[in-house]
């Protein structure tokens, strides 16, 4: 029984380190694709808090408009909402709002 246990704490250590790395880089804040937007609003946020705060900023934008009965979807200027790839007319369309 004894030479067991050096074993498991060295296995347990290595689990904790490893728990802690992923969960690091899954809080983390994802930087932004474009921190130099030429939207302040967007560049501001980035600069804060990357993907996550310009994805506050965002949604306090659009729920505004949807209040005011404009339904705008982030994926009506967004290719997806994993890497918040722009479509064409993103720019186009944000001057609108900003
Ligand atoms: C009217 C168009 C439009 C809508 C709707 C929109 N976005 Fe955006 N979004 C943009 C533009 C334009 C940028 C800035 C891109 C740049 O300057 O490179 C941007 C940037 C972002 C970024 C930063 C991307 C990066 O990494 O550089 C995130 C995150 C984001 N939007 C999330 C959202 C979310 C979440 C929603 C829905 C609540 C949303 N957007 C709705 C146009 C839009």
Redesign the pocket.
């Known amino acids: 029984m004894q030479p067991r246990i050096p074993t498991m704490l060295v296995l347990g250590a290595m689990f904790v380190a490893g728990l802690s790395l992923s969960s690091a880089s899954a809080d983390g804040p994802?930087?932004?694709?474009?921190?130099n937007?030429?939207?302040a609003k967007?560049?501001a946020?980035?600069a804060k808090g990357?993907?996550?705060e310009?994805?506050k900023m965002?949604?306090a934008?659009?729920?505004k408009e949807k209040a005011a009965g404009n339904d705008?979807?982030?994926?009506?200027?967004?290719e997806n909402?994993k890497?918040?790839k722009?479509k064409p007319?993103?720019?186009a369309?944000?001057?609108?709002?900003m």
């Open positions: 994802k930087p932004c694709i474009n921190a937007s030429e939207f967007v560049k946020a980035c990357g993907q996550d310009v994805k965002m949604k934008v659009f729920d705008v979807k982030c994926n009506s200027c967004h909402l890497d918040y722009l007319n993103g720019k369309d944000l001057k609108k709002y």
